[in-house]
């Protein structure tokens, strides 16, 4: 199991919102470099690094991504979500040494998005980062609720070739209230590769993570807080 340090980038800082809502937002670091070389520092493998700002289309941070990227993604693989819903904003990124895209809100907007990202740079490159709020697909930075359900968008994905999702019950997000392992499990069960986010609290929730088989967790706030020590995280994931 992968455990992915979230670094969250809001007008240049790394931030956690709760449940996504721009006005609940608590600054953790002024630079995000530094906090990615201390997660390195402690063990990780993986970041998981969002554009807030471009995903609520209120700018863009890509010159802070850029450095991030060039300053550590050799020692880390990188994970960048945020904003990426054209063609155009994936190639403006895809040359940056960064592991994997999250693919959003264009998978439900777009349906022809995934099959020409997939051609662009390689289903293996791409994660589809699904967000539901009570069954339905959350976009926009999670500000509007689509009218398609998870699941019937999960098997769309799988079926154009992008095996990695990521999961977010949007209710959970910023609550460490513990991610939704049950629904994390049934696209498990449709033959993905689902990494958790939205929740962790605890390291027994990285174990009941990791015991049900599912490929990786997103850890925010618990680190920030002290709950969690990527440390512990990365150890329990084994």
Request: without cysteine.
């Given at each position: 199991?992968?455990?992915?340090?979230?670094?969250?980038?809001?007008?240049?800082?790394?931030?956690?919102?709760?449940?996504?809502?721009?006005?609940?937002?608590?600054?953790?670091?002024?630079?995000?470099?530094l906090l990615a070389r201390q997660f390195i520092e402690q063990?990780?493998?993986?970041?998981?690094?969002?554009?807030?700002?471009?995903?609520?289309?209120?700018?863009?941070?890509?010159?802070?991504?850029?450095?991030?990227?060039?300053?550590?993604?050799?020692?880390?693989?990188?994970?960048?979500?945020?904003?990426?819903?054209?063609?155009?904003?994936?190639?403006?990124?895809?040359?940056?040494?960064?592991?994997?895209?999250?693919?959003?809100?264009?998978?439900?907007?777009?349906?022809?998005?995934?099959?020409?990202?997939?051609?662009?740079?390689?289903?293996?490159?791409?994660?589809?980062?699904?967000?539901?709020?009570?069954?339905?697909?959350?976009?926009?930075?999670?500000?509007e609720t689509s009218d398609q359900r998870l699941e019937d968008?999960?098997?769309?994905?799988?079926?154009?070739?992008?095996?990695?999702?990521?999961?977010?019950?949007?209710?959970?997000?910023?609550?460490?209230?513990?991610?939704?392992?049950?629904?994390?499990?049934?696209?498990?069960?449709?033959?993905?590769?689902?990494?958790?986010?939205?929740?962790?609290?605890?390291?027994?929730?990285?174990?009941?993570?990791?015991?049900?088989?599912?490929?990786?967790?997103?850890?925010?706030?618990?680190?920030?807080?002290?709950?969690?020590?990527?440390?512990?995280?990365?150890?329990i994931a084994g």
């Amino acid at each position: 199991m992968d455990i992915l340090p979230a670094i969250d980038i809001r007008r240049g800082r790394a931030v956690r919102l709760s449940q996504g809502e721009r006005g609940r937002e608590t600054v953790y670091h002024a630079d995000p470099v530094l906090l990615a070389r201390q997660f390195i520092e402690q063990g990780a493998r993986w970041i998981h690094v969002v554009d807030l700002d471009r995903a609520f289309g209120e700018g863009e941070n890509i010159a802070i991504v850029a450095r991030l990227a060039s300053e550590v993604g050799r020692e880390v693989q990188l994970e960048l979500s945020g904003g990426i819903r054209t063609l155009a904003a994936l190639e403006s990124v895809r040359q940056l040494p960064v592991a994997r895209f999250v693919l959003g809100t264009a998978i439900v907007t777009d349906p022809d998005f995934v099959p020409a990202s997939v051609k662009l740079v390689g289903g293996g490159r791409l994660a589809a980062g699904l967000d539901a709020r009570e069954g339905m697909i959350a976009i926009r930075g999670w500000i509007e609720t689509s009218d398609q359900r998870l699941e019937d968008v999960a098997r769309r994905v799988l079926d154009d070739g992008v095996d990695t999702i990521i999961y977010t019950d949007v209710k959970r997000d910023g609550m460490m209230t513990g991610p939704d392992i049950a629904g994390g499990v049934g696209l498990k069960a449709m033959g993905a590769q689902v990494i958790a986010s939205g929740g962790v609290s605890s390291l027994d929730d990285l174990v009941r993570i990791r015991d049900a088989g599912l490929a990786g967790a997103i850890v925010g706030r618990a680190i920030y807080e002290g709950k969690v020590t990527v440390r512990e995280a990365v150890a329990i994931a084994g």
